[in-house]
């Protein structure tokens, strides 16, 4: 995409986004469909993750929270609550804080 978004937490499993002051909502199968920006996202945030790990992920939630339960040793809980901090505080690369 051209211009940076911002993403933070909505609804469950929602991501609210913020393009030019408007406020849409994004949901994990956009992050999915974005898995190539995403991953790098994700890898700055749990830099123990592999690229191995990164493609077994795939950008799919649940893949996420298995990979960070085994090569972090997180409770499903813990993976989980860690997955809806990176959803609320993540923003894609130029995006303004």
Same mark, same amino acid.
């Given at each position: 995409m051209a211009h940076a978004l911002?993403?933070?937490r909505?609804?469950?499993g929602v991501v609210t986004q913020l393009?030019?002051?408007r406020k849409? !909502?994004?949901n994990w199968v956009e992050i999915e469909q974005d898995w190539a920006t995403m991953k790098a996202l994700v890898q700055s945030q749990w830099r123990e993750l592999t690229q191995d790990d990164l493609a077994a992920i795939d950008g799919k939630r649940e893949q996420l929270c298995q990979? !960070?339960?085994r090569r972090l040793n997180m409770t499903?809980?813990?993976a989980e609550?860690?997955?809806c901090a990176f959803e609320k505080d993540v923003r894609r690369p130029g995006a303004v804080k």
């Open positions: 911002q993403l933070g909505g609804p469950i393009i030019g002051g849409a !909502l994004v990979v !960070l339960q499903e809980q813990a609550d860690a997955i």
